[in-house]
């Protein structure tokens, strides 16, 4: 049981008490996902807030006395696809497409973090949830879901904590796909809403007194491709806009005597480009287009005033702050009641709108958010602008860690790489290097030389840039192209004077500094390269897809020439899995990770010899990149979408790891910044995460597993007095009665097992060492019937004919591993008791149906 601590004044601060839990804590995100609209909480003239996404993670950001600082919660298992506020910016729902709606109270714990008070999970079975709205008062949240063959709308009154929606109704498929729902936010109709689809817009309003939903869709008048609405405040009329710039402006209908009463107005021609945006904010409306241009009506659709930057680029959010602005005029005329929140402004030097009158346009700041990943604080008033957190327009697709210093360079789809400080957060310098994104020229890999001294970056096309890391400068002799396939890797050796590339097709080619200039000086082909490590300055090992470990020699002698890079050794280290990732360990041991979800050890000094074979963590897809940490106590690694933290030796204890969930999708990279952080990113991601190490939750959670055999069975059903163990003691026992057998031949598993056994340096085993090595050795996953149908095909002459049982065993006697004849007949007389293979009959056909079913 965890440590109970009770609450005083004194008691460490909220962040602490979780982090003392957690392996891993998310600290920081480097980047947020434009394609998810920013919300804007700001409540005072002196703080900036907003929240925004970046993959599963919700970033609430703050800006205070020039100052930046985050507040990074996971709470959701899918990609985040929404976020929408209340009208007093307490309450922020967010959502992802598949598992949940998250209602998050930013004044639950007094100057800490926001805190996830309610959770609706998988409203409904199979269905995606496309987004979510919130009420202005917080009262009522809606989601628009859809499935298969239906869309469906979902009210809840979340407040009072029915996982049930108080009602649902469904929407026509021909509308196309839900964009997003506002609320009206006047007096009185705080319950009504409007539903912007791809093809229609749907009015409607929740009867709290019959618990009821009402929507109506008005006639359609030839319009498309929708993209926002909102209410006009202290009318009865609403606004949408479109994709060909188009606003459709709806009305009530004065014949009609119902809550939704809505029908077409008019429509107004606006914009030659797409209209994105449209919010309503102090009585003006307020438009975003993909020309970068914002404009400010009136409620009646006139235009006042309208701003674009020098740089213009496509608008896809706009935010306005949570409170109206406060101020006095310098002529003494007094607009609101005074609050340390005023703000004096002049009245000559306000900005005027195009009317007759030329009155002063007024209005609160908001965010603007453009579909290139740039966050500005805009101030129409004071006339200022104000660029915030890290531009993020495309995803990022390679990134390194500085080993010396504390810095961190990113690489996105659009060849912009960024040097960021990792003490302040900053980013530093960019660099866009001219890839050609026609022609694959995306940088796929980014790598540091120990010294910090070099930067490389691998391209699609083949292309390796040289970039000096101190002044972000591309080098005179880059791009060097010794290949025109995908760089998958670029590894330096430990003194920095060579450097490795292996291609997408498994060319491997060594290049030497000479004279500022780096130099092909040797390449080889020999396998499909999954891993590479430098294991000295002259030696070099990979793994590959066909389960062989290949060891590499540089020689030394400058007067060779261009044939430097040979192939040392070869050797075999698996008979069905595949190797995944490795590291090199202390005491010259190499630890090897496969696809079946297993550690092994091999010696160095004694031809990579087997050591162990270790149970790996099996939760989340194979092991990749593999990390050790200074002072040689713990390594770190990932896999599709968790990273961990697991204490050396290894020795198959499950206790010995802990993980943290960590990406929805696939983890793409991950690398280590000494003992302090991990920096990793997914697939899809805008951002880099850097998560804090915290190595005490592991060490304390040994100290409660038990000793002995204790923290092994529980990896089996019932633990150590479940009827697994049980079994495996009576077969113990049996087995030092029966007959021992060893004239059969084995495979590579079983000499693997046997040279283990003779690493321990005793003649007899143990039953704690037995089960050890059956943990460690077994396989957790039976075959299917679709891999058996798969593997007996292959000795069938078509996929559909029967099989001939004769034939068949003759072929398992020479595929793969090899069976004992006697073993064989015994085998099939069991499962087909009138076969009898040595009869001179016609052939004993079986079909494959049948005896793919009995094998299984």
Not at 666 to 694: P, Q, T
Not at 730 to 739: D, M
Request: glycine residues 6%; negative net charge.
């Amino acid at each position: 049981m965890g440590e109970i601590v009770p609450y005083t004044e004194k008691t460490e601060s909220f962040e602490d008490l979780q982090h003392r839990c957690q392996p891993f804590k998310l600290e920081w995100i480097f980047g947020f996902n434009p394609r998810i609209p920013v919300v804007n909480l700001t409540s005072s003239r002196e703080v900036k807030e907003m929240v925004m996404a970046s993959g599963n993670s919700m970033i609430f950001y703050k800006f205070e006395n020039q100052v930046e600082s985050i507040q990074t919660l996971v709470g959701h298992k899918g990609s985040i696809n929404t976020i929408t506020v209340d009208g007093s910016g307490r309450f922020v729902a967010s959502s992802d497409s598949t598992y949940c709606i998250n209602i998050w109270d930013r004044e639950a714990v007094p100057d800490g973090p926001p805190v996830a008070i309610r959770t609706i999970y998988e409203p409904l079975k199979a269905n995606e949830i496309n987004t979510v709205g919130l009420s202005h008062d917080a009262r009522y949240l809606i989601a628009a879901c859809s499935g298969s063959q239906q869309q469906l709308l979902l009210i809840w009154q979340w407040t009072v904590g029915n996982d049930s929606p108080d009602d649902c109704i469904s929407l026509p498929p021909r509308l196309g796909k839900t964009k997003n729902i506002r609320f009206c936010t006047d007096l009185g109709r705080k319950n009504h809403f409007v539903v912007t689809m791809e093809n229609a817009v749907i009015f409607g309003y929740f009867d709290s007194k019959n618990q009821k939903l009402h929507i109506e869709v008005p006639k359609k008048h030839g319009f498309q491709d929708y993209n926002d609405s909102t209410f006009v405040d202290d009318t009865s009329r609403a606004v949408s806009v479109t994709a060909a710039g188009m606003a459709i402006i709806w009305s009530d209908d004065k014949k009609v005597f119902t809550p939704i009463k809505k029908q077409f107005l008019k429509y107004l021609h606006l914009k030659y480009a797409s209209i994105n945006v449209i919010k309503c904010c102090d009585q003006k409306l307020v438009t975003g287009d993909d020309d970068g241009e914002i404009r400010f009506y009136d409620i009646h659709m006139r235009i006042l005033y309208w701003f674009k930057q020098e740089d213009p680029e496509p608008i896809r959010t706009i935010s306005f702050n949570i409170l109206s602005r406060k101020y006095v005029l310098d002529n003494g005329q007094e607009h609101s009641p005074e609050d340390t929140d005023e703000e004096v402004l002049s009245y000559d030097a306000l900005p005027r709108d195009v009317s007759l009158e030329g009155n002063p346009v007024i209005i609160r700041n908001f965010v603007m958010a453009t579909k290139t990943g740039h966050l500005f604080d805009v101030d129409i008033v004071q006339n200022k602008i104000q660029e915030l957190y890290y531009s993020s327009g495309s995803i990022i697709t390679s990134f390194d860690v500085h080993p010396v210093d504390s810095q961190l360079c990113s690489c996105d789809g659009n060849g912009k790489m960024t040097l960021y400080n990792l003490e302040d957060k900053q980013a530093i310098m960019s660099l866009s290097v001219p890839i050609q994104r026609t022609r694959r020229g995306r940088i796929t890999v980014l790598s540091y030389s120990p010294c910090g001294t070099y930067l490389l970056g691998g391209a699609e096309n083949g292309y390796i840039w040289v970039i000096n890391p101190a002044t972000m400068i591309i080098s005179s002799d880059s791009p060097l192209q010794n290949t025109v396939e995908k760089i998958n890797f670029l590894s330096f050796s430990p003194d920095s004077k060579y450097f490795v590339f292996v291609d997408d097709e498994g060319c491997i080619g060594l290049l030497h500094r000479e004279y500022e200039c780096w130099k092909l000086i040797g390449r080889c082909l020999s396998h499909k390269v999954v891993d590479i490590l430098f294991i000295s300055n002259e030696k070099f090992l990979t793994i590959g897809d066909d389960r062989h470990l290949v060891q590499y020699k540089i020689d030394a002698n400058e007067t060779v020439g261009t044939d430097r890079l040979m192939i040392d050794e070869r050797f075999k280290i698996e008979q069905s899995a595949h190797s995944t990732a490795f590291l090199l360990l202390p005491s010259d041991q190499l630890l090897v990770a496969n696809d079946q979800f297993k550690f092994k050890i091999f010696n160095l000094n004694s031809s990579f010899g087997i050591l162990h074979t270790f149970l790996a963590p099996f939760h989340d897809g194979p092991i990749r990149k593999l990390s050790l940490l200074p002072g040689d106590h713990f390594f770190t690694f990932m896999t599709d979408k968790n990273i961990y933290i697991h204490q050396l030796p290894i020795d198959g204890n499950p206790f010995k790891y802990l993980g943290t969930f960590s990406h929805p999708k696939k983890l793409r990279a991950m690398h280590n910044m000494r003992d302090h952080f991990v920096f990793c990113y997914g697939e899809g991601d805008h951002g880099i995460s850097m998560w804090r190490i915290n190595a005490i939750p592991l060490i304390e959670n040994q100290k409660f597993c038990g000793s002995g055999l204790d923290p092994y069975c529980s990896l089996l059903p019932g633990g150590k007095s479940g009827c697994y163990v049980k079994e495996m003691l009576s077969l113990f026992f049996y087995n030092q009665i029966s007959p021992k057998h060893n004239e059969e031949d084995t495979d590579i598993s079983e000499d693997n097992l046997t040279k283990e056994i003779e690493q321990m340096g005793t003649l007899f085993l143990t039953f704690e060492e037995v089960v050890k090595l059956f943990l460690s050795h077994r396989t957790l996953a039976n075959p299917d019937c679709e891999e058996i149908r798969a593997a007996i095909t292959l000795a069938t002459k078509g996929v559909f004919d029967p099989v001939d049982l004769q034939l068949f065993n003759e072929q398992l006697a020479v595929l793969g591993e090899k069976m004992d004849p006697k073993a064989m007949e015994f085998y099939c007389r069991a499962l087909f008791p009138e076969y009898t293979p040595d009869t001179e009959a016609d052939k004993f056909l079986v079909p494959l149906d049948e005896l793919v079913e009995k094998l299984c």
